[in-house]
């Protein structure tokens, strides 16, 4: 029996190989110190406009991204990231609260 996370079946594994998202990502290395607002910008802009319309993958990969190490330990923090995380953790919680969800396979 597998077992998945909530919104999607997909491993994360899998859901970060999405080459937009590689794209992106790639492109955040090493800039976090210096452009932090338009970090937080472009990662908006992978969500789409309205957070509450993007799709379950992409809410995934965003979480899995604003709690990886970096951002966990606090190397890279800042007010934009945070009220980002609290977005995605807050639509998140919805979908789970108004969807039945499958968690095993």
């Known amino acids: ?4 996370s909530f919104l999607t079946e997909t491993k994360i594994q899998d ?5 937009e998202w590689q794209k992106l990502r790639s492109s955040l290395v090493g800039t976090w110190k210096t452009n932090v607002e338009n970090n937080c910008k472009l990662l ?12 379950n993958e992409k809410l995934r990969i965003m979480l899995n991204y604003l709690t990886g190490s ?7 923090k800042h007010p934009c990231i945070d009220k980002l995380l609290k977005e995605v ?12 969800f499958n968690f095993r396979i």
């Open 1 to 4: 029996m597998k077992y998945y």
């Open 15 to 19: 859901l970060v190989k999405d080459k």
């Open 44 to 55: 908006r802009n992978f969500l789409g406009n309205n957070i509450k319309n993007c799709s």
């Open 70 to 76: 970096g951002f966990r330990i606090g190397k890279i």
């Open 89 to 100: 953790r807050e639509e998140i919680n919805r979908r789970k609260n108004t969807q039945t």
